[in-house]
């Protein structure tokens, strides 16, 4: 079993920040590794779309729209993965998702990668 645990404001007005956090916990056996950890997010009527996400070494990657607002920081060895959004906008209003891609070890014996998702939390930014 994989879980996620969300927390963070909600709402924010333009020009404030908010943050946040994510805790994943892996229980079963057939998870072998976390590769990466980040958000997603889903704006209404539309498909969920990676707006962050971060590796164990350090390296990031960011959607263009939000490069240099947003940061993303992961606590390896706490399975923990914070977004702060620094000058939100009203265009960052959506369901963030915490996101976390893992090797796992299929029915079959084989290994596949698979993505895995919480179950998201609402983030309103006001103008």
């Known amino acids: 079993q994989v879980q996620f645990r969300e927390s963070g404001d909600g709402a924010v007005n333009t020009g404030g920040s908010l943050r946040l956090s994510c805790v994943v916990s892996v229980v079963s056996g057939n998870i072998l590794n976390i590769f990466s950890m980040g958000w997603d997010r889903q704006f209404p009527g539309q498909r969920r779309q990676k707006v962050a996400s971060i590796v164990a070494g350090g390296n990031t990657n960011y959607e263009d729209s939000v490069k240099g607002r947003f940061t993303i920081h992961r606590d390896n060895s706490e399975n923990t993965v914070y977004l702060q959004m620094n000058n939100p906008k009203p265009e960052d209003t959506a369901t963030y998702y915490c996101?976390?891609?893992?090797?796992?070890?299929?029915?079959?014996?084989?290994?596949?990668?698979?993505?895995?998702w919480g179950q998201g939390t609402q983030v309103t930014v006001s103008s």
């Open positions: 996101t976390a891609r893992m090797s796992v070890r299929q029915p079959g014996g084989g290994i596949d990668e698979a993505d895995f």
